[in-house]
């Protein structure tokens, strides 16, 4: 195990990632343990009786007695049935430690895949905006099934090799000490060349897991994005990009398999050698009288299975080191710490008042960019209606996302009911607060758990409630199985302006005290803008709102508007004292009306 640790150092971090998934299956893992010991003992028993033929039934003839004072037959017959017995209860061992130690293996690895989901889910937005998303999803499928695969077809054979090796050399040396340790003269040989080509070979499997994220980056950011891709015509170009990396990933996979064929041919030679070696010693050690014919069959027989090892150690060396690699990307994530987490001392609580205060807000997402937002203050009442206007880029998405703390400030405080975000747990914060975005995401499952997703113990009344408030009830039934008609991926089988009310429902059977906003009719055409923005109404009614738009339009009956420029608070007040004032947002306002209305005057003509 040391020399595998010293050839592939993933193993030994990967193999302490398992621990506490290990704990509940402790005793199943132990029974497959026992059962190998079994079948190692096992192995070492089946060629005695073979000696015993060879010693004691064939040198005495057809008669006459032989070990014990049994015949010459009945000695036969009983190595000829202890050959079946053994086989038998070694097929038996053998079977209950393959499966235990692959149900063991499975249930190991199955949770760690939900523990690795489970933790890349809860990872800050800083690190989802840096990963990509096809390494991430190689990692959750690939990697973890090239270690499940692994543990049941290399590492469990190995495993009983290695004990089985350990037996027999103790039994080899109680035989002939001297021919044991000429035997074993090439192991030091065996162990040089194995450490050297392990090492490499897990360096070119890290770099090929690496290429194969890439490549399922690639693949699916080009699926995600097909409208576009097809719509520029960009097959040809994202073809070549494609072949580029899968020829890289090639290459490294073919280097990987030479440099393990390469090892496994150098062990081939060297187990010939240490046989030869064996045979002659051995040979001269019969004539001499040293030991018996018996003695030295056995002792080939064991020394043929000592080096399956060796040979294994070589076969799966590849396999191992792809595991390692693989295993060494899954702990480099599980090791990730949260940017977003809970403090010490944060506490819970129901539901708030809606009260939102910034003091002196600062947000950077990067030190070699300028900052989100500056030196941001603002006070919003509960219940009241505040919209966020700028330009792109001026620092609208940056605002929202502070309050339910999907950033951190690196000054300044964020409040809510006079409280620091920071000192509610992440679950009782983000429960005073739901979305609306402007490209709304729906998943693959039903319309109904889509909407309870804002809810998990919303009833079907709660559901059907929501959506008649949403706008959404009389298209949901025209759906060919109505409620539990299965949406596709994104809700692409829907238009904008269902989505955006399933969205809404979604956010009414929530029921929070905050109302979030970011551009929700954007894209949207104007009969099905007027809907939606009649169903955010109704969403929003008495609930603390901060709606962010790019068109003004949508803001004039804002108890309050902010305009952001640069990441700063330029202006505030109500659409008409920001109007009087004739300052940016005065100044926004009438080139978007001016816009407004040559678009007008062109689609008159």
């Excluded at 994530?333 to 129901?350: F, Y």
């Excluded at 603002?378 to 605002?399: I, N, Q, T």
């Amino acid at each position: 195990m040391a020399g595998l640790r010293a050839a592939l150092p993933g193993l030994g971090r990967t193999v302490r990632l398992f621990g506490p998934e290990l704990r509940p299956h402790r005793w199943m893992l132990a029974g497959s343990m026992l059962a190998m010991l079994v079948e190692t003992a096992i192995r070492i028993l089946e060629p005695w009786p073979l000696k015993l033929v060879l010693d004691n039934v064939i040198p005495a003839g057809a008669g006459g007695t032989t070990v014990a004072g049994l015949s010459n037959g009945a000695l036969l017959a009983l190595c000829t049935a202890a050959v079946v017995v053994l086989a038998c209860l070694r097929a038996a061992a053998a079977y209950v430690s393959t499966v235990g130690t692959a149900l063991v293996g499975s249930r190991v690895l199955t949770d760690v895949r939900g523990r690795l989901f489970a933790h890349v889910q809860r990872l800050s937005l800083g690190f989802h905006s840096r990963a990509r998303q096809g390494d991430l999803i190689t990692r959750l499928t690939g990697d973890i099934g090239r270690l499940q695969e692994v543990a049941v077809t290399a590492a469990l054979p190995l495993a009983a090799n290695v004990l089985t090796l350990a037996g027999m050399v103790m039994v080899m040396l109680w035989l002939d000490w001297l021919l044991t340790v000429a035997a074993l003269a090439a192991f030091p040989l065996f162990s040089r060349a194995f450490l050297r080509r392990g090492a490499r070979i897990h360096q070119v499997s890290r770099v090929q897991r690496k290429r194969e994220g890439e490549l399922a980056t690639s693949a699916s950011e080009a699926l995600a994005a097909i409208r576009v891709v097809q719509s520029l015509g960009l097959e040809d170009r994202l073809d070549r990009l494609f072949a580029r990396q899968n020829a890289g990933s090639l290459t490294e996979g073919v280097h990987g398999k030479r440099l393990a064929a390469g090892l496994e041919r150098r062990v081939d030679v060297l187990v010939g050698v240490g046989t030869a070696l064996v045979l002659y010693l051995g040979t001269r050690r019969v004539q001499a009288g040293a030991m018996t014919l018996g003695d030295l069959v056995v002792f080939l027989l064991y020394l043929k299975t000592a080096f399956k090892p060796m040979r294994d150690m070589a076969k799966y060396t590849g396999r191992l080191a792809r595991a390692a690699a693989s295993g060494e990307r899954i702990v480099e994530l599980l090791e990730t710490e949260p940017e977003i987490r809970d403090r010490p001392g944060a506490v819970g609580g129901g539901r708030t008042a809606g009260a939102i205060r910034l003091r002196g807000v600062r947000l950077c997402y990067a030190s070699n960019v300028a900052p989100a937002l500056m030196d941001a203050d603002l006070e919003v009442a509960p219940g009241a209606r505040v919209a966020v206007a700028g330009a792109s880029g001026a620092g609208k998405s940056s605002l929202l996302a502070l309050l339910p703390r999907l950033y951190d400030p690196q000054a300044g405080t964020v409040e809510l009911d006079g409280r620091d975000v920071r000192d509610y747990t992440l679950a009782s914060l983000r429960a005073q607060f739901a979305a609306v975005l402007q490209d709304s995401v729906l998943f693959g499952t039903t319309v109904r758990e889509n909407i309870t997703f804002g809810a998990a113990d919303a009833d079907a009344a709660d559901v059907e409630h929501a959506a008649r408030e949403a706008g959404a009830d009389a298209f949901i039934r025209a759906l060919p199985e109505g409620y539990d008609t299965v949406l596709g991926e994104r809700g692409a089988t829907l238009s904008g302006g269902e989505r955006q009310r399933i969205a809404i429902a979604r956010a009414m059977v929530r029921d929070t005290p905050v109302i979030l906003l970011d551009e929700p009719t954007t894209g949207l055409d104007q009969h099905s803008e007027l809907i939606v923005r009649d169903a955010l109404d109704r969403l929003c009614a008495g609930r603390t709102t901060i709606w962010v738009a790019h068109d003004l339009t949508q803001l004039w009956d804002a108890d309050m508007v902010v305009f952001l420029e640069r990441g700063r608070i330029a202006e505030r007040g109500t659409h008409d004292e920001l109007l009087a004032r004739d300052g940016p947002y005065a100044a926004t306002w009438r080139r978007q009306q001016a816009e407004r209305s040559g678009w007008a005057k062109e689609a008159r003509v």
